[in-house]
Nanobody, 126 residues
Framework: QVQLVESGGGSVQAGGSLRLSCSAS????????QGWFRQAPGKEREGVAA????????SYSDSVSGRFTITQDTDKNTMYLQMSSLKPEDTAMYYC???????????????????WGQGTQVTVSS
């Protein structure tokens, strides 16, 4: 099982930016689909961005499309989520996840992923 560790969360005012990182314990070439998810208190876990690391294709939820960007640095076994124009409704615990397999486009449903990090908190104040 690949160990995933998120970092980069914090508190920011509305309109600000943050970059989350997800570091993997080993080469993730067998986990070619990776994603970012978030969960706010009392709500279900929501997929916000996903990446096919081989083909570079991406998926975004409607709620973050145009504001968030998912990228990877394969040399560092690290995936990123650049978040801009943050809104109070973006406040949540953010998780990264990975799975092997081919989808087109990469899925945003949490049930498709089997390796998960512990999460990093993002708080956006108005």
């Amino acid at each position: 099982q690949v160990q995933l560790v998120e970092s980069g969360g914090g508190s920011v005012q509305a309109g600000g930016s943050l970059r989350l990182s997800c570091s993997a314990s080993e080469d993730t070439y067998t986990r070619n689909t990776q994603g970012w998810f978030r969960q706010a208190p009392g709500k279900e876990r929501e997929g916000v961005a996903a990446l096919d690391t081989g083909r570079g294709s991406t998926s975004y939820s409607d709620s973050v499309s145009g504001r968030f960007t998912i990228t990877q640095d394969t040399d560092k076994n690290t995936m990123y989520l650049q978040m801009s124009s943050l809104k109070p409704e973006d406040t949540a615990m953010y998780y990264c996840a990975a799975v092997g397999g081919l989808w087109s486009p990469p899925p945003l449903a949490a049930k498709n992923y089997n390796d998960w990090g512990q999460g990093t908190q993002v708080t956006v104040s108005s």
